[in-house]
Each structure stands twice: as C-alpha cells, then as structure tokens.
C-alpha cells in the first residue's frame, strides 16, 4: 500500500525503527508496504497507534478486504476473527487457514479468471496468508481442528519439494497448542458432509455459527437449530477419522514415500 510507504516517509522512520515499534517482522512490513500483503486488523490498528492516524488505515484495510474478496464471505471472516474455537471439515483440498504460499498460489491460479484480473487473484493470495495469523496471535488465538479427507492428499502440488513443504507445514502447524489435525480415511465410506466443506464456529458470546461452502457458492448458517445439526454431522465425521497422532503418522509416511 502507498499509504504505509507515505506515512512511514513522514514520521521519518526506517523500517528497522517501524519494526521496534509496532512489534511485527521488517519483511512483513516491507511486504504489506510493498502491496504483496494487506495484512490483518491487528496490524492496521497498530500501525494506527504508531502513526497517529485514528482508524484511517484500519478502515482503508476494511475497504481493501472487501474489494478483493467475495461478498459471501464477509461475514464468515468476521466471525473468523472472533471464533474462540474453529471445527473445520475439507473433503479436497488443504484448508485455507494450513495453505504455504506456494499451495494456495497454485489452488487460486487455476480458478478460471478474467484477462486483467491477476492483481484481485494475488491480492485474495496475500489475504488468505494474512488470516492466518489468527493462529499464533497473542491474545486468545483460536483452538482449530481440522477433518481432511484423504482425497485431499492425492492432489499434489506439480513441484514435489513444494508439496512436501506443504506437508511439513501441516506438521509443525499440529504442534501448536491450539491446532489439532486428523485424516479421514477413503475407506470410511460415504457420509454426508461429502458435497463441500464445514466450519462450525464458537463465537465469544456462547453461541455458534456454520459455514457450508461449495464450488461456487457459501452459506452461513446462524439459526441454533440448523447449526446444532451440522455441529453432528462434524461429530460423525471427526469420530470416523484417524486420531490426530495417527494423522501426522500417515502425513509422514506420505513424505516419505515422495
């Protein structure tokens, strides 16, 4: 963003100096400068408290995330922000919130798009990388726990070595302590969240929202009772799956065998 550059000339800082004092990575402030990022909430607002600004770059990145991303998904990545525990099911690929760079580079570019749209693909690129910082923040990061089917692992990336780091990054993402992964065999059979992806949310407040997203389309579902039903269908599908040490064990023979 030209704005961060502007005001970082202004105040007469080095990046070295606007590293200290917002307390984020010089690259990660070179990169959102830079536009290779749009960065989070947290990081506008304390590029607010740095800069004296009030709210105008925490609402100048409130405009950016909704030019690049669709409308449908707005209020699932409000309560994203909030959730203080995500239960998440993907029948095919790797979750958004577990994607390396190189992962979600290769998923979004084969996404048909329109001629002179490349700047909107890269930009929904840089604020999947950004959302997940929910998951190492400071303060009340939320407790995430995965389902991936196993068909999720027979689509490789085309770069081997990248796709092995993509599996090494669910590993080490597992060993945080508000992380948990778990495979769901093929051989479990059919099952009824098998036509897209879920994630149930448990919002500060006590109660629950779901997201049901298919290929081309999401719904957000915040009626209890509609929620509490999907909440089951989870369940089913979490006690069918592998338990989380046995994930990481198939995940590593899956390196292995590479």
Request: hydrophobic share 40%; proline share 5%.
């Amino acid at each position: 963003m030209n704005e961060l550059a502007t005001l970082r000339a202004e105040a007469k800082l080095s990046l070295g100096e606007l590293s200290e004092r917002a307390r984020y990575d010089r690259s990660y402030l070179n990169r959102l400068e830079r536009g290779e990022r749009i960065g989070d909430f947290e990081t506008a607002k304390r590029l607010d408290e740095v800069y004296g600004t009030g709210r105008c770059l925490q609402n100048l990145w409130a405009l950016a995330k909704d030019d690049i991303h669709p409308a449908r998904n707005q209020r699932y990545m409000e309560l994203e922000d909030v959730a203080r525990i995500i239960h998440s099911y993907v029948p095919q690929v790797i979750p958004g919130l577990l994607q390396t760079e190189e992962y979600a580079r290769e998923l979004m570019w084969s996404t048909p798009h329109r001629p002179g749209h490349e700047e909107i693909l890269e930009a929904r690129i840089a604020l999947r990388l950004d959302r997940q910082r929910i998951l190492r923040r400071e303060n009340d990061p939320p407790h995430l726990r995965v389902v991936m089917d196993e068909a999720t692992f027979g689509r490789s990336l085309r770069d081997r070595e990248a796709w092995n780091r993509q599996l090494q990054r669910l590993l080490d993402d597992a060993q945080l302590p508000n992380v948990s992964i778990q495979v769901l065999p093929l051989s479990t059979g059919l099952h009824t969240l098998l036509a897209g992806s879920l994630a149930i949310l448990w919002l500060p407040d006590g109660t629950s929202a779901a997201y049901l997203e298919g290929n081309r389309a999401g719904e957000m579902v915040e009626e209890p009772s509609e929620v509490e039903e999907l909440r089951l269908s989870y369940d089913e599908v979490s006690a069918r799956a592998l338990p989380p040490l046995d994930s990481l064990e198939f995940i590593r023979r899956l390196m292995k065998d590479s």
